[in-house]
């Protein structure tokens, strides 16, 4: 790989912020048309399905990725191109080992799982035709890690467009298409284009990788291949940081899983029926949940930027800039998040209601939008531990998290005064838990914690983008409610960009680094 194609880390997370955006922005395509075609009921069949693919696929995966993209960016800055293909290698060779026995049990064991295990047994359909997918995402999040340790973003943010591309219409298509045949048929033809999806997201990354393979062999003038008597170690290397990381990713999975299971059965015993408890899961999971993850495509892009710049840091040891690359990554989730936990808590109605014409699950989404900010802070801090070395203690914050989650469902799902609600509340005290545990853990390692300044500000212009908010929505200036919700959203946010230019939360320089726009501030 040529240097050419290296991004700068606030670069590279750029990159995956404009895909990350993209793909969110066409994700509720689906989100909206779905529950349309096959009804809450249907889009609570699918989603049934993925906690335990989700499971499976940190098996196969977990923190391989993330080890790949870690220990390639340390090989390729001391140009060691003999060992980046080593590891390379190596981990796809485990991926691929770990896929065909996955995918086996899966396949085997499809009727028994979805019988004994998974709450509705109509997921049956659906769970055998996302099988497939082990293999692809394991594959492609090989090609992904490497790409990301040679800091490269582009091969991942346009493969990530692809799949979301080809899903949504493939996805719609044949759930419309399997309609006729059943709810439970409907769902799975919505996962076969999920698979559809899978498959061109990962053409994209094999092109990108053989073409720049046969760029790389043509430039003779590149640094020639390094003495490889290090290789030895790599595939201890790749355990010794992927098995704890696969960990904490296996306590999330297990945790997903288990809460799918634990909520629908506790809402059983709050005396709901198992076709209303699907449809109730499948609002949370597929309406509320993916409208609260909407910021989290720049947090991502953040964590995934933050991994291998952090590594280069720390193998350079390089304090200041692990502080720097850290307070920007935290101050960015920060100040763009907060303007999405405005709108979600004050707009939950007109939000529900125009978006998936079921206005009821309003208090779900006004419920759970305060602690947003939260998520978006949680993926820089965990992103953090796993660079520096030190996955072991963001796996222990995971799990006391989904301890106390999984206990508080129990206990608070099956009374029928809180119902649906108290799983809702189990997700936020999680979510808050884990990001205060990870928060306290980097601060006892590099001494790194954000200004406390820079909470209060935000939260007061967080304050006042919501009056702002409120005040133009009231007024009903336009006769289309819609508009009245976008022209709010847009004054009130425009009002707290400029609250935070004024604080000095946002500078001239950070709105340089804004792609298209940023040549207007240099």
Known sequence: MTKETKQTFIKGAMILLAAGIINRLLGFVPRIALPRIIGAEGVGIYQLSYPFLTVMLTIITGGIPLAVAKWIAEADSEGDSARVKYIFRTAMGLVAVLGVLMTGVMLLGAKWITTHILPDARVYQTFLVMTP??????????YRGYFQGKQNMIPTAVSQIVETVLRIIASLSFAYLFLPYGLEWAAAGAMLGAVVG????????LWKYYRDKYLNKKDSSLTPDQDSSKNFPVLRKLLTLSIPV?????????????????????LAAAGIATGIATAQYGALQGMIVPLLLLPTALTYSLAVSLVPSLSEAAARGDHSLIHKRLHQSMRLALVSGAPFVVVMSLFAEPICRLLYAHAEIAPMLQLIAPVGIFIYLQAPLQAALQALNKPGTALINTLIGAIVKLFLIVKLASDPDFGIYGALIAINVN???????HGISVLRFIGFHMKFADFIKVGAAMVIMGAAAQFTMNRNPLPAEWINLILASAASTLVYLMLMVVMKIIDRHDLKRIPVFGGWFK
């Open 246 to 266: 696969t960990g904490s990713r296996m306590i999330g999975s297990f945790s997903y899983l288990l809460e799918s299971i634990l909520t629908a059965r506790s």
């Open 198 to 205: 899978e498959i061109g997201g990962f053409a994209v990354l």
């Open 133 to 142: 997918m082990l293999m692809i995402i394991g594959i492609s999040s090989v």
């Open 431 to 437: 979510i808050v838990l884990v990001t205060v545990l």
